[in-house]
């Protein structure tokens, strides 16, 4: 019998690829449009995996539904696994694969978009010209030539990122707890304290993973120690900035501008068209309403090419798996 995979949270486009390539997999595909959550788990029942994604929900008591429901294989179409308790997965046997890079470049050449559209101000200007108004009054920037960068994490996006970023004659800063001492020397980076980056950096961008540690990294104390009118761009998970901090900071033009492409609490809003109703979260309520904040829903992945590697990666680990191979793309930790 073909293994049976329930997918949740599901958008047209990506049941457009998993269909396409799933000629060449041959597993029947249930989608639901919903999050996997203790109340919606029970759609897994008959399932001989679960695909989800970053807004889902696979907490200890979702796990111990899923092996009560037969799901033998969790498959997550995405890099992050903070939304997995992987101790659960352990205890029920059930394996947790991911796709670790569909493509660096889509984040990385988005997070310099982020950038240069903050500092240009390109979609206020283009708000401005639509509605027939050519002043550039307040559309100031600056040259990027020359303005220091700062860089947490200097994992495979951060790396092309600041390559990106080399190019325009930046000086770049980095933080890793795990400093790579030979990428610094063919870059010409300098690898720093966070104390020194945050005091010397005109840009800041997060590439580090979700963890206890990071967790509110970007926080009312962190903010305070940063240059003033320092902008700050986030394409990496939600919870790595203190909302409420960085919108008081906001407010007393500490930080100059922000790039967002997730959020907090994104779960109730992200991939969702919400234009016909009232938002209701507050907090991102007020983030909208700056000028000077440019808030997206966690696109920065979506290209053509990192739709294909994610959809093709994620049916052979499943694939892998049913075969009884070994799972190159397993979560161990």
């Known amino acids: 019998m073909k293994p049976i995979v ?8 990506e049941q457009e690829s998993f269909d396409a390539l799933n000629r060449d997999f041959g597993f029947e595909f249930r989608y639901f449009k919903g999050h996997l959550s203790r109340q919606t788990v029970v759609a897994t029942h008959g399932a001989q995996a679960a695909c989800i994604f970053v807004n889902d929900t696979a ?119 795990y400093p790579d001492g030979v990428f610094a020397r063919e870059t010409g980076i300098a690898y720093v304290s966070l104390d020194e980056l945050y005091r010397r950096s005109d840009i800041i961008t ?33 919870q790595l900035i203190q909302t409420e901090a960085l919108i008081e900071a906001l407010k007393s033009k500490q930080v100059g501008a922000a790039g967002l492409d997730v959020y907090e609490e994104e779960g109730d809003y992200f991939y969702e068209d919400r234009s016909d109703s009232i938002i209701d979260d507050d907090t991102l309520a007020r983030l909208l309403l700056f000028p000077n904040v440019i808030v997206t829903s966690h696109q920065a992945f979506f290209t053509v090419e990192a739709m294909h590697n994610i959809t093709e990666t994620t049916l052979q680990n499943i694939k892998d798996f049913f075969d009884g191979r070994p799972l190159v793309n397993a979560v161990t930790k």
């Open 6 to 13: 329930t997918f949740f949270g599901t958008q047209p486009y």
């Open 59 to 177: 907490d200890a008591e979702v796990m111990r539904e899923l092996a009560r429901n037969g799901v033998r294989l969790l498959a997550l179409r995405c890099a992050g696994y903070n939304n997995v308790d992987l101790e659960a997965a352990r205890t029920f046997n059930i394996p947790v694969v991911r796709v670790p890079a569909y493509s660096p470049h889509a984040v990385a050449e988005y997070t310099v978009a982020m950038m240069l559209s903050l500092n240009r101000k390109i979609p206020r200007a283009s708000w401005r010209t639509r509605d027939g108004n050519f002043s550039l009054q307040g559309l100031m920037g600056f040259d990027m030539n020359g303005k220091t960068v700062g860089v947490i994490g200097t994992g495979k996006i951060a790396r092309i990122v600041i390559r990106i970023l080399l190019g325009f004659g930046m000086e770049v800063l980095a933080y890793d707890p």
């Open 206 to 238: 997060l590439h580090c993973p979700l963890t206890n540690e990071t967790k509110h990294l970007v926080n009312e104390t962190s903010i305070a120690r940063m240059k003033r009118g320092v902008m700050i761009v986030n394409t990496g998970r939600g």
